[in-house]
Structures are given as structure tokens and as C-alpha cells.
């Protein structure tokens, strides 16, 4: 299996600042990984898939970038609604597995 | 608009079949490059992908949980079943179904998810 690496595991940040989520995968995905967001109770959301396009609806706010087995979410200016766990997917190969997450906090 | 939605047991015990149903809509599973899968959330951790079928009746599986799983689809009700074998305490978990889109194996559109309790 591949295996997802993110970090760091939680953050805080206050509104306004830029937040940026690292994804490093055990082997080269190309361009194969995704990005969700999570809020409490609630399913995930697809925020990015292919490393870097974006999912129909996601603020443009969010960004993606990365190829090979490094990968970064960046949020450009964080509001109040992007509190949430984020995650990490590759679909290079099966399974597709995803990160342990990070979550991002209120400072 | 693509909606699904989980349904089976809230609790089931140790040793007995896990058997959930995944009901969609605004999709057909007999569209090329269309599939459902199944990804489970243990309380406070993070996700674990089950089980893929696709269009095609291509099914994949965990490695890890294969001995256990068994994915089928019934395209006239769009529904998707999954069920998991020898239910241990660990498996307490919320399961998801979720769309797999035509652009690749990630999941664009999920349920609300169900919450499973394994317990004697």
C-alpha cells in the first residue's frame, strides 16, 4: 500500500492567515491525489482532485499544487468556515488510501 | 443532483455479519467509468478506504479486509451493498458510501454516513 503522510497533524491559525497542509506519499502518485475537507459530524468534502484542480463550488481560496510524492494544500486566507480536519487521498494505485489528517484550529 | 444514502444496523455483535446498503440517486451505475465505494471512520480517526464497484461490476478490495468484504451492485435499484464478516469491537466505526466520478478513482459526492457499534 501507499502510504500518506501529512502534516503537521493539527494547527492553529487565526482569520485571515494563509495555512498551508503538506502530503508526502511513500512512492511517486504523478499527480494522482486529492484533497478533502471534514467538519465535525459531517461526510467529507472533495476539495481538489488531481493535485491541482478544483472540485465544482470550492472557494477559490484553496489551492492545490505538488507532483511525484510531495503535495500542499494551501488556503489563502482562512475564514471562519474552514475550521475543519483536512485529508489527503492518492489514486495512483489501489487501495487508495488516504492521510491521518490535520486538523485546523482557532488561535 | 447526486444524493446516497447508507442504511443497516446501528449495532451489531461480535462474530456476526455487517451488512450495509448504499441507495443513490442521480446516477446510474451502468455508466463507463462510474462507481460507488465505501469508506469507514473509526471515532476521532481518520478514514479508511473498504471497498470500490464500478460500472463494469469490477470490484476492488482493502488487502487488509478482503477475506471479509464482499461489494455488489444491483443497478435496476441503485443500490450497492457491502458486506463485512466476523464484526469485531475495532470495526465501530461511521460508514460511508461515496460516487466515484468518471475522472479517477476519488469520491465526489458522499452520504451522511452511518454509525456502526460493534457490541456484545
Known amino acids: 500500500d501507499i502510504q500518506m503522510t501529512q502534516s503537521p497533524s493539527s494547527l492553529s491559525a487565526s482569520v485571515g492567515d494563509r495555512v498551508t497542509i503538506t502530503c508526502r506519499a511513500s512512492q511517486s502518485i504523478n499527480t494522482y491525489l486529492n484533497w478533502y475537507q471534514q467538519k465535525p459530524g459531517r461526510a467529507p468534502k472533495l476539495l481538489i482532485y488531481g493535485a491541482s484542480s478544483f472540485q465544482r463550488g470550492v472557494p477559490s481560496r484553496f489551492s492545490g499544487s505538488g507532483s511525484g510524492t510531495d503535495f500542499t494544500l494551501t488556503i489563502s486566507s482562512l475564514q471562519p468556515e474552514d475550521f475543519a480536519t483536512y485529508y489527503c487521498?492518492?489514486?495512483?494505485?489501489?487501495?487508495?488510501?488516504f492521510g491521518q489528517g490535520t486538523k485546523v484550529e482557532i488561535k | 443532483q447526486i444524493t446516497l444514502k447508507e442504511s443497516g444496523p446501528t449495532l451489531v455483535k461480535p462474530t456476526q455479519t455487517l451488512t450495509l446498503t448504499c441507495t443513490f440517486s442521480g446516477f446510474s451505475l451502468s455508466t463507463s467509468g462510474v462507481g460507488v465505494g465505501w469508506i469507514r471512520q473509526p471515532p476521532g480517526k481518520a478514514l479508511e478506504w473498504l471497498a470500490l464497484i464500478y460500472w463494469d461490476d469490477d470490484k476492488r478490495y482493502s488487502p487488509s479486509l478482503k477475506s471479509r468484504l464482499t461489494i455488489t451492485k444491483d443497478t435496476s435499484k441503485n443500490q450497492v451493498v457491502l458486506t463485512m464478516t466476523n464484526m469485531d469491537p475495532v470495526d465501530t466505526a461511521t460508514y460511508y458510501c461515496?460516487?466515484?466520478?468518471?475522472?479517477?478513482?476519488?469520491?465526489?459526492?458522499w452520504g451522511q454516513g452511518t454509525l456502526v457499534t460493534v457490541s456484545s
Open positions: 487521498q492518492q489514486s495512483y494505485s489501489t487501495p487508495p488510501t
Open positions: 461515496a460516487h466515484r466520478g468518471q475522472r479517477g478513482d476519488f469520491f465526489d459526492y
